[in-house]
């Protein structure tokens, strides 16, 4: 009499079936988006207008170059113009710290002297970060994803210029049944089908989201992606086996 072992925990006998204890297991699945680790929308800190724009739409860049730059004239301005009277009022504060010691000044004027120094240091910076504010550089290195502004227009304080998106390091955001979180944990190795390209990404769970959806009694988690293709790119489809 042969035995011969079937799927769903069966032995079968001679044509009859008998249950047994024996459970073949399957491999979980689910499905998901890549999503951009990095992901910025870089806006105008200044009112200024544009007089470079080094990178186009779709170009890559590395971290610190530099993005859009602004008419700085009239800021580098007000910079010489603090620095100056920085030099002043240091000058005056000298000055009277020598006639203090010489018993020829109050020491009011010492404190005033020290306060208009401070004054026009506080100006001074305040001055340099908007000179900083007109070179506008990468943060982090990616590419270019939209891109608002041309070079001649003026631009307003908080006006969107450009939205850039890192590939270096991509994740995975992925919805699973709750009832998964009996075994799943972090740090457990998956492995990502990516349905545009059908490239197979080895990833790690890096996130398991906090609540259950009620609804769907489904827990949305993550995975990072360590080495990414040149051919995958943010919002392509993926397939998470388990």
Known sequence: MRLMKKPMGLLFITGCFLLT??????EERARGI?????????????????????????????????????????????LEKVEAEAKTALAKLENVQQLNRLNSIGTLDVVIA??????VQAERTMTRLNVERCNIKAPFAGSIEQLDVQPFEVVQQQQALMKIVGLERLEADIIVPAQWMTWLTINKTIVLQVEETQQRLPAVVSHIGPSVDPTSQTVQIRATIKDVPSKVLPGMSVVAEF
């Open 21 to 26: 204890s024996i459970e073949v297991a399957a």
């Open 114 to 119: 020290e306060a208009d120094l401070q004054k």
């Open 34 to 78: 890549l999503v951009a680790s990095h992901k910025a929308s870089l806006s105008s800190e200044l009112a200024a207008k544009v007089i470079a724009v080094p990178k186009k739409m779709g170009e890559s860049f590395h971290k610190g170059d530099l993005l859009i730059q602004l008419d700085c004239r009239l800021y580098n301005a007000q």
